[in-house]
């Protein structure tokens, strides 16, 4: 059975650190690039990081670049995200996307999620 789960979230102060894990199992995932996707209420998914299989790339959407940083431990199976100066308009649920392009066809495994909370 596929799994991914997040852990790491809560409630933190503006400016504030927080880091989030995505423990996978089930699948290869060393052979999956390994997305953080956040929601926040009212809003649709927005994209946060990719890091691809052996840790080396990573990208950031724009707002996350300098505060944020995308890693992986292909051993221990888990993807983390490491926030810090934490905003309000980063309060969101916070999602692990485990994606595989092959060929024509798509693998796609989501988590359930983490919440997390900014404000004073």
């Known amino acids: 059975e596929v799994q991914l789960v997040e852990s790491g979230g809560g409630m933190v102060q503006p400016g504030g650190s927080l880091r989030l894990s995505c423990a996978a199992s089930?699948?290869?995932?060393?052979?999956?690039?390994m997305d953080w996707v956040h929601q926040a209420p009212g809003k649709g998914p927005e994209w946060v990081a990719r890091?691809?299989?052996?840790?080396?790339?990573?990208n950031y959407a724009d707002f996350a670049k300098g505060r944020f940083t995308i890693s992986r431990d292909n051993a221990k199976k888990t993807v983390y995200l490491q926030m810090n100066s934490l905003k309000p308009e980063d309060a969101a649920v916070y999602y692990c996307?485990?994606?595989?392009?092959?060929?024509?066809?798509?693998?796609?495994?989501w988590g359930q999620g983490t919440q997390v909370t900014v404000s004073s």
């Open positions: 996307n485990a994606v595989l392009e092959a060929g024509w066809t798509t693998y796609d495994y």
């Open positions: 890091i691809a299989t052996t840790g080396h790339v990573t």
């Open positions: 089930g699948f290869t995932f060393s052979s999956y690039d």
